[in-house]
DNA sequence: CCTTAATTTGTTATAATATAACGTTTGTTA
DNA sequence: TAACAAACGTTATATTATAACAAATTAAGG
């Protein structure tokens, strides 16, 4: 039953294995120019596949880049709680792992007692190499 | 020195204006198409009164939804550290206002011991009302 | 007051991101 | 093998956002 995630659909496996290949987020319209010799040729057929890979938690959308990394967490299949750190200078993202954290905010309620199922947090600041180079 | 806020152009001071009675967040060419009367013709004249409106912390901009919202929170001008709940049925969206979660954040440190001057939080669930329905 | 810099504006064009609509193909399941 | 669901291919179009440039307005200092 847990074996769905293995059964991706070609174009699945290619947008999957460019992101993972890849340093850093990377931007639909870029995974489409990397893939047109694989015979994707239209934006569609990427955000289709994107789609299907987010909804599955390979991949997450970093929302304020408009950007696609692979998961680096086996948990976010399930929890669809996801966090990440983000230098403003050089523009590199990790997920953040912190059981602490994902437990604080999964168990987090507003004022009027509401509860969430699914969060994504994006922290801002300088990355270790950026700060030491200023 | 904190009068700053008041001297908005009026551009800003338009486009600000849509946001404050919107009863949720609004998307740019949406505050476009409202603004047309009072002599705003092109989306970067919206663009760049956004742009202001959030650099001094009177808006804040919903990565998920590429919508814009007033700020609800004195302290955001400040602070650059955002939360909100968002609800996936009716898209109801509300700042959240919450000492214990904000100060969680702004201490917060991952693994490799960096800290994060921004952050951006997005809650979603089923607000009160779309419980209810359910 | 005058001047100089900074900000804001207006305008046209275009870039970048994402989805609609349609019909076909492939895979699963009973 | 029929029936359904998922994925595919394709064209067109919608939505979101910025580039580039010149003019007008505002703020600040001498
Ligand atoms: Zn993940
Ligand atoms: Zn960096
Ligand atoms: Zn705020
Ligand atoms: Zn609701």
Redesign the pocket.
Known sequence: MTQKQE???????IVLSIIEKAKGPL????ILYNVQKR??????????????LIEIGKIH?IES???FIACNNSECEISKATAFSICNNCEHVKEIKNTKLSKYLSNFQDNSGMKYKKYNLEFFGLCKNCKLKQ
């Not at 931007?27 to 870029?30: F, I, L, Q, T």
């Not at 015979?39 to 299907?52: C, H």
């Open positions: 059964q991706l659909s070609k174009n699945q496996q931007k639909a319209y870029s015979g994707i040729k239209a934006p569609l057929q990427v955000y289709r596949a994107l789609d299907k959308k880049k408009n950007a």
